[in-house]
């Protein structure tokens, strides 16, 4: 059973950085895909960003692309959110999920693992 455990985040300044860590444990091959999730109060949930675990192809919502990266740590078996540009509006509670399988999804529903969440503030 995967297990994924996020850190880092925190309370920033807009237009400040924050990296995000998922450590994950428990999983036995490469065909896994990532993402990063979030949810701010009163809104859905929605992906950030994802990566497929064995070549490292990424996915990004149109509203962090070029301020936001995520990658992979495979001897750390960690996979990371880069965030800078931060705004208020990148204000949520962020997600790490993973699903098993080849492909990069971006519904929540097709993710079977996930962690308990990190919260990120950016003040104006």
């Known amino acids: 059973q995967v297990q994924l455990v996020e850190s880092g985040g925190g309370l920033v300044q807009a237009g400040g950085s924050l990296r995000l860590s998922c450590a994950v444990s428990g999983r036995t091959s490469s065909n896994y895909a990532m993402a990063w999730f979030r949810q701010a109060p009163g809104k859905e949930r929605e992906v950030v960003a994802a990566?497929?675990?064995?070549?490292?192809?990424?996915h990004y919502t149109d509203s962090v692309k070029g301020r936001f990266t995520i990658s992979r740590d495979n001897a750390k078996n960690t996979v990371y959110l880069q965030m800078n540009s931060l705004n208020a509006d990148d204000t949520a509670v962020y997600y790490c999920a993973a699903r098993q399988g080849y492909l990069i999804k971006v519904n929540g529903y097709e993710y079977s693992n996930w962690g308990l969440g990190t919260q990120v503030t950016v003040s104006s």
């Open positions: 990566i497929r675990w064995s070549d490292s192809t990424t």
